[in-house]
């Protein structure tokens, strides 16, 4: 896993838990580096796992939500640090979700061949309505549902989310974007 | 955990990533470092690549040019809409323009006008539907505007879904669509003609299967099948079931025998149970050697043959006629080559047809001297002239042989000239018959000449001394006489009078029919010369115990202007006539006037006698020369028999009509009426009784007679002593012009034939001798006939009175008194218009063409007699030669050589002979007209040289 997303991660807790916060976490916690985490390198995807099943315990907070806050914790962060990637024509949220595969993740990949990225694909799409079907070993609907608000915040919009799991591990993840009409 | 705690481990945390971080950028680093080598690496085996590339890519791409170049098949590109990028040399050279001129071209420009539309619909479909390759064949127009057909493929270019051009592929393919066009024409034409055909047409495969048959095949046969319907059908079957329809069962059977097929083509005429005769011509068909099947051919021939038959029929028919015809027939082709000789003509010319045959028919059968003459025949037969001419043909036995050819062209039924065909007509006979027909004319001719001739001579020879006795006789009577002497006298001249009668008739009547007479009006007493005439006759008739009745109507007894000489003689010739014929019963003359007014009276006299009368059938005839009425008549009654001729014609000279009525044994009634002019003049005039009066007045008078005739001379000179007029007498005009150099005289007397030189000469001689003073002499014409031209040209000449032999004493007398008193201003003519040339010449022709200027016309004359014998020589060459255009050339040059001469009047044949020469067909006629215009010509010359002649001798 991307070094950047345990750079966000500690800058969430950092920012939303305090500074004694992340030394528990950290200390709590069983992660391959002891915490140290640079955003160029790659880590086991397992300390992110158990850093966050800590993270609910100390904060007695659902893994869940953890996971949907930092989710779009992340797009922003993501987006400030990588906005050259996103084609400057996706004037919205829809546009912005239905180019990841192609566009994003693809410049994703050459600029970190090593990295290793969910798979979305759009499965209907219109004005009002998406589709979209989250795919990864890794499982992490939730952070995705995260994304996917941080998208919508980020072009101003809003939805409501439904949420379905084509596979029972959650390796495969329907989700319907209804845009909430009259309020564009 | 206190806040130095925590920023310790923050800290040390953040070393930590640092150094993690480098680390990682290190990594980085060397990967990119590594990466870039690769990179450059990889770039440069790209370069290599691509010049290999490249170079594979040239290599390629010049072998598709060169295809692109050398292919038989125009190769081009095109743009959407139709305009030529490029395109490959094949096609400059089928259109034969530039390849420059052709890029950026249209394509419809080069396509055939008719097929645009199509062509264009074509491409526009292949672009609207994306159609990736299409293929049509249409023509296009080459150079010179023919038509070059194409095969053409189009296929559609495009680049990133649009489309950017079209390439196409194209073949001439010309020879293929001209070979397909022709073979369905062919196919057309020749089922066109089968269907058209006027015989009926079955063809069969080698199994008897038929592939073919035509409509007249069906009606031929009355096949109900329609002949479509026939294909496939078996032609034995078929020809077995058409079996009852010949009139020969079986005609067929060996053709249809499949055991033994026929292999030669079979020409046979067949006949149908109807009549009908059918020509079939059956053929087999093979290709190298391998049998196919058979063609019959079945030629309905029926009205060919029935008109054949007709047709030979015919033939026999006018054969027989023309064989039993004297016509002799030989056909011969272009080249005059003998097609066919019919026995009558073989008869002729003593040849089989077999030794005739092919044979020149002109080289053989003709003399040489014919047949140039047949050459030009030919010729004009072979413009379509049909021609008629007289030839001799050489028989076999070497005999020549007269034949009249009727020679006519003969054609094709394309109206091509073929041939001649040639009537023979022997004429050996009917030559043989003209030649005696001629020589009795010729005979007849020189009878009736020297019966002329006779005549002529009377005139000259028998008149003057009859003249003489005459005028002997009447200086005798003014002599003391004895009773008897002056009886005898009187016989003497009664007798003489008859004899110059009977002359003078004879002599009337040729100048009377050569229409030479011509009324002489002079004063005298009409009832006066009636009751004279009577009273003459008065004598003969009562003689023979006949009463003799005068009747003269005092109203008669005037003075009238007329001719006493002609009425005299009808009134004497009729007496005669009545005194002849009638032997008892009574004569009677009644003089009656009619009608008189202040100028004219008209007198009817009826001479009535008690005769033999004519029959009527004889009547018309009485009047004619030399015909009395009947043999019988002649021998009893003599004379000459012109009598009543004479007298009809003198009355019909005085514009009257001489009538008869007759009844045969009964007697005769001649009556005629005619008009005088009365004259008016008291009696100044010369009567006949004014003689001894005047007598006296010409006593001093001295006078020169010019007569050769001594007996004449005599005479004239007796009158002249007893009128006391003194004189001289020259024996031709010679002596008198000699003797009138010296002497003076009041008067001549001129005889008009003389030796030496005539009157006429003498005359105008001495009238041109202007320092002589006979000059002016009055000149007395002494003509030996009344003939008017000899009158008339002594008044031209120059003289002034004339006297017609025999003259009485009287009549010299009073000619002597007239011509002193009316002393007249004679007429002088010029010497060098009439008199100087022969007589035969036209003087008027001269006096146009020289206007009197003589020694010209001497030249032309010497030229004339030199030229012309040569000339007519050649003329003569070519005639026997036979060239006609020659004989015709020289003719015409001829011509107007005689008007010069003034002998024009001759060449009026002339016109005549050079039609018939140019026509060239005539030839009797030919040399009949060339025989008359040889004697002219000899005739002509005759004249020119005496003319040329007398020129030398007088000018």
Known sequence: MKGIIFTHFFEMVETEFGDETVEILIDSTETSTKGVYTSAGNYPPQDIFNLVTSLSQISQLPQAALYRHFGKYLFAGLYSNYSIFPPKALKNSFSFLDSLNDYIHSDVYKLYPDAELPHFSTQYRDEQKMVLVYQSNRRMSDLAFGLIEGCLAHFGEKASIEVEFLKEDGSEVLFTIKLNSGEN | ?955
């Open chain 2, 1 to 955: 955990m206190d806040e130095i705690t925590l920023l310790k481990r923050k800290l040390e945390r953040e070393k930590q990533a640092r150094k993690d971080a480098e680390r990682l950028l290190e990594e980085k680093a060397l990967q990119l470092y590594f990466a870039n080598e690769k990179l450059r690496e990889l770039n440069t085996g790209l370069e290599k690549q691509l010049a290999l590339k490249s170079s594979a890519l040239k290599t390629h791409q010049d072998r598709y040019q060169g295809l692109v170049e050398n292919a038989e098949d125009i190769i081009f590109w095109i743009t959407p809409d139709g305009f030529f990028t490029q395109i490959n040399p094949i096609a400059a050279r089928i259109f034969d323009k530039e390849i420059s001129t052709l890029v950026g071209s249209h394509y419809l420009e080069l396509v055939h006008p008719d097929y645009l539309e199509r062509v264009q619909g074509m491409y526009q479909r292949q672009i609207e539907r994306r159609i990736p390759t299409t293929y049509l064949e249409f023509p296009v127009i080459g150079p010179n505007g023919q038509s070059i057909w194409l095969g053409q493929r189009i296929t559609l270019i495009f680049k990133e879904g649009k489309l950017v051009e079209l390439a196409g592929l194209a073949r001439n393919i010309t020879h293929r669509v001209n070979a397909e066009q022709k073979l369905s024409l062919l196919n057309t034409r020749f089922k066109a003609l089968l269907e058209n055909m006027q015989a009926g047409i079955l063809v069969e495969d080698e199994n008897q299967k038929v592939i073919l048959a035509n409509q007249k095949f069906s009606e031929i046969f009355d096949i109900f099948l329609n002949y479509n319907n026939l294909t496939n059908k078996n032609a034995h079957e078929l020809m077995r079931a058409i079996e009852g329809q010949w009139l020969e069962k079986g005609a067929l059977t060996e053709l249809i025998n499949p055991d033994s097929p026929q292999k030669e083509v079979i020409q046979k005429e067949l006949r149908l149970n109807t009549g009908q005769i059918l020509l079939l011509n059956f053929i087999p068909i093979y290709q190298d050697q391998k049998w196919l099947g058979k063609l019959w051919y079945f030629e309905d021939i029926t009205d060919r043959k029935n008109s054949e038959i007709r047709i030979r029929r015919s033939e026999e028919k006018y054969r027989g006629i023309m064989e039993n015809m004297e016509l002799g027939l030989l056909e011969v082709d272009k080249a005059g080559m003998v097609t066919r000789a019919y026995q009558r003509f073989c008869a002729m010319s003593g040849y089989t047809e077999e030794e005739l045959l092919n044979q020149d028919a002109t080289q053989l059968l003709l003399p040489v001297e014919y047949q140039e003459m047949m050459e030009r025949q030919n010729k004009t037969r072979k413009s379509g002239q049909p021609g008629v001419y007289e030839v001799e043909l050489i028989t076999k036995g070497g005999k020549r042989k007269w034949v009249l050819i009727s020679g006519a062209p003969f054609y094709d039924e394309s109206g091509d000239f073929i041939g001649s065909i040639g009537i023979h007509y022997d004429l050996t006979e009917f030559k043989k018959l003209q030649y005696e027909l001629e020589e009795a004319r010729h005979e007849a001719e020189n009878a009736r000449d020297a019966e002329k001739d006779f005549l002529a001579n009377m005139s000259h020879e028998v008149r003057n001394p009859i003249n003489t006795i005459v005028g002997m006789t009447y200086l005798l009577l003014d002599t003391e006489l004895t009773a008897e002497q002056r009886r005898y006298l009187q016989n003497i001249k009664y007798t003489s009078d008859i004899l110059l009668a009977l002359v003078s008739d004879i002599l009337d009547i040729t100048k009377i029919t050569q229409g030479k007479m011509e009324l002489e009006l002079r004063e005298l007493n009409l009832g006066e010369l009636i009751n004279v005439n009577a009273q003459a006759m008065a004598f003969r008739i009562k003689e023979k115990g006949i009463h003799f009745d005068i009747y003269v109507d005092r109203l008669l007894n005037t003075r009238v202007m007329g001719d006493s000489t002609f009425l005299n003689q009808i009134l004497l010739n009729i007496l005669g006539n009545a005194a002849k014929f009638t032997e008892k019963g009574s004569i009677s003359i009644h003089a009656q006037c009619l009608n008189k007014t202040k100028d004219t009276l008209r007198a009817k006299i009826i001479i009535t006698d008690t005769g033999i009368g004519i029959a009527d059938d004889k009547l018309p005839l009485i009047f004619e020369r030399f015909n009395q009425a009947g043999k019988a008549t002649k021998h009893k009654y003599g004379g000459t028999g012109l009598g009543l001729n004479i007298a009809k014609k003198l009355v019909e000279l005085h514009n009257a009509e001489l009538n008869v009525q007759s009844t045969e044994g009964k007697g005769t009634v001649f009556s005629f009426e005619i008009d005088f002019n009365l004259v008016h003049r008291s009696e100044t005039g010369l009567s006949q009784t004014a003689g001894p009066k005047i007598a006296s007045r010409l006593h001093a008078l001295n006078v020169l007679v010019v007569e050769d005739n001594v007996l004449n001379q005599e005479y004239i000179e007796r009158v002249l002593e007893r009128l006391h007029i003194r004189f001289r007498t020259a024996n031709n005009g010679k002596e008198a012009l000699k003797i009138l150099e010296t002497d003076r005289f009041d008067l001549i007397l001129m005889d008009i034939r003389m030796p030496e030189m005539d009157g006429y000469e003498t005359t105008i001689r001495l009238r041109n001798m202007h320092h002589n003073p006979n000059s002016q002499v009055p000149i007395v014409a002494l003509t030996a006939s009344a003939l008017l031209d000899e009158k008339e040209k002594a008044l031209n000449t120059g003289m002034n009175y004339h006297l017609t032999k025999p003259f009485t004493p009287d009549q010299i007398e009073k000619v002597i008194a007239q011509a002193m008193e009316n002393r007249v201003e004679p007429l002088v003519v010029p010497p060098d218009v009439h008199t100087l040339w022969h007589p035969e010449l036209n003087a008027e022709e001269i006096e146009e063409m020289f206007a009197g200027d003589v020694e010209h016309f001497q030249v032309i004359i010497g030229i004339f007699n030199r030229t012309i014998p040569e000339d007519f020589a050649t003329l003569e060459l070519a005639m026997k030669e036979r060239d006609w255009e020659s004989a015709r050339g020289l003719a015409h040059k001829l011509k107007p050589s005689f008007q010069m001469v003034g002998l024009g009047y001759m060449t009026s044949n002339i016109q005549d002979f050079e039609q018939a020469l140019e026509l060239g067909t005539d030839q009797v006629l030919i040399q009949q007209l060339f025989y008359v215009f040889a004697q002219n010509v000899h005739k002509a010359l005759h004249i020119t040289v005496q003319q040329e002649d007398y020129f030398r001798q007088t000018i």
